[in-house]
């Protein structure tokens, strides 16, 4: 194909926008909507603009200027995250996922835009084996589609820098409220499990919304007893279902959270 995709939107011509709209087309449905220079990756979207409606809000969480941080992508899907990361001057950004539609959308939109970010096929329960640290570690939408989601929760954890942030996002139900857990409870207590309020994450044992992988889904206060029963500090909280988190505690005499819990020693 003859058209330049890294060239300015303005030297697009409408056969080029056709072309583009057709590779992308080829690439499957799109669950990231992505402006690539005028065509849109997702325009039907049942949610809108997504995910531009939560990046609205979460954007502010980050500095304009990353100044060269380093960023990985958990559940990276087709790379929105990791675009907007990279467009605010960050340096290696990094995006994992296990869908290879994802990781081929992510790619073809990353090249398309001219970005230099890496995409590599990963289970999030393998991030704590890639090498190194990042400034930035993004966990969006992904915790309520594990089986296993605070020994995943725990491997990402690993993964961010002394100084880093964690970015962390969940789809959440039933109260919305904060909850001030007691530091035990009496055995015959009951009445607490009854209370709205209080930390839980509904188990989906079939399907929800036509999706199989929704596996638990909680509350306010249970994803932010989560994120501190990791070790993780919440810092701030700038959209409903969105946590920015520093991992103050997540470490013991020199051992992570996660290495304490697999040897019996937590």
């Known amino acids: 194909m003859a058209t330049n995709l890294q060239a300015s ?11 583009l709209a057709k590779q992308i087309s080829e690439l499957g449905d799109w669950f990231h909507n992505i402006d690539l220079h005028g065509v849109r990756t997702a325009p039907q979207h049942f949610l809108g603009d997504y995910p531009h409606v939560k990046w609205k809000h979460l954007q502010k969480a980050f500095p304009e200027d ?15 995250y990791s675009i907007a990361l990279k467009r605010r001057n960050a340096g290696r950004v990094l995006g994992v996922d296990v869908d290879d539609r994802y990781l081929s959308q992510g790619e073809f939109a990353a090249k398309t835009l001219g970005l230099d970010i890496e995409f590599q096929k990963r289970s999030v329960y393998q991030v704590d ?3 190194g640290q990042f400034d930035w570690v993004l966990f969006l939408g992904v915790f309520y589609h594990l089986r296993y989601p605070l020994l995943a929760l725990d ?10 942030k964690l970015i962390f996002q969940t789809m959440l139900r039933g109260s919305t409220k904060e ?9 015959w207590d009951s009445s607490i499990f009854s209370e709205p309020d209080f930390p839980c994450a509904y188990f989906i044992e079939k399907s929800y919304s036509k999706d199989q992988t929704n596996w638990f889904i909680p509350n306010r206060s249970g ?6 029963s990791s070790g993780l500090e919440i810092v701030d909280h700038p959209e409903s279902e969105t946590w920015v988190c520093e991992p103050k505690s ?3 005499d020199g051992r992570s959270i996660l290495e304490m819990e697999l040897d019996g020693t937590l």
Do not use: W
Request: with cysteine.
């Open 66 to 80: 990353l100044n060269g941080g380093s960023v990985l992508d958990v559940g990276c899907n087709a790379g929105f």
């Open 179 to 187: 909850y001030a857990a007691q530091d035990d409870y009496d055995f």
């Open 9 to 19: 939107p303005l030297a697009f011509s409408e056969n080029d926008k056709n072309d």
């Open 223 to 228: 994803a932010e007893a989560m994120l501190r």
């Open 250 to 252: 997540a470490h013991r």
């Open 129 to 131: 084996e890639i090498p």
């Open 155 to 164: 491997k990402v954890i690993t993964r961010i820098k002394p100084g880093g």
